[in-house]
C-alpha cells in the first residue's frame, strides 16, 4: 500500500520558520523527483519546489533564497525547510512523488503565517 505522508505544517508568525518532511513508502519503482506544491484559497495549485534523485533542485522564483528543499534517497523522504515567511506563503503544502510508472500525492498539511 502507497502512502505519501506530510508532516510540520503549523501557524508561525511573519518571520519565522518552518520544516515540512514527507515520507513515501510501499512505492516500488523507482522515485524519480520528490516535490513541494502549495494551493491557497481560490487559487490554483502550483510548484514550490522539487527535487531529483540526483539532487537537482528547482525553485518557483517566489520562495527563492528563503526555502530550501533536500532529500533522503535511502528514506524516500524530502524535506522542506522554509524561512522568512510571510503571509503570502499561506496555503496547504502537498508532497509529490514522482516515479517512472505515476506519480502520488500527499493528504496536505496547512501553513498559515499570521502577519
Known amino acids: 500500500q502507497v502512502q505519501v505522508v506530510e508532516s510540520g505544517g503549523g501557524l508561525v508568525q511573519a518571520g519565522g520558520s518552518l520544516r515540512l518532511s514527507c515520507a513515501a513508502s510501499?512505492?516500488?519503482?523507482?522515485?524519480?523527483?520528490m516535490g513541494w506544491y502549495r494551493q491557497a484559497p481560490g487559487k490554483q495549485r502550483e510548484l514550490v519546489a522539487r527535487?531529483?534523485?540526483?539532487?537537482?533542485?528547482n525553485y518557483a522564483d517566489s520562495v527563492k533564497g528563503r526555502f530550501t528543499i533536500s532529500r533522503d534517497n535511502a528514506k524516500n523522504t524530502v524535506y522542506l525547510q522554509m524561512n522568512s515567511l510571510n503571509p503570502e506563503d499561506t496555503a496547504v503544502y502537498y508532497c509529490?512523488?514522482?516515479?517512472?510508472?505515476?506519480?502520488?500525492w500527499g493528504q496536505g498539511t496547512q501553513v498559515t503565517v499570521s502577519s
Open positions: 509529490n512523488v514522482l516515479t517512472v510508472l505515476k506519480d502520488y
Open positions: 510501499g512505492i516500488i519503482s523507482s522515485i524519480n523527483v
Open positions: 527535487v531529483s534523485s540526483a539532487g537537482g533542485t
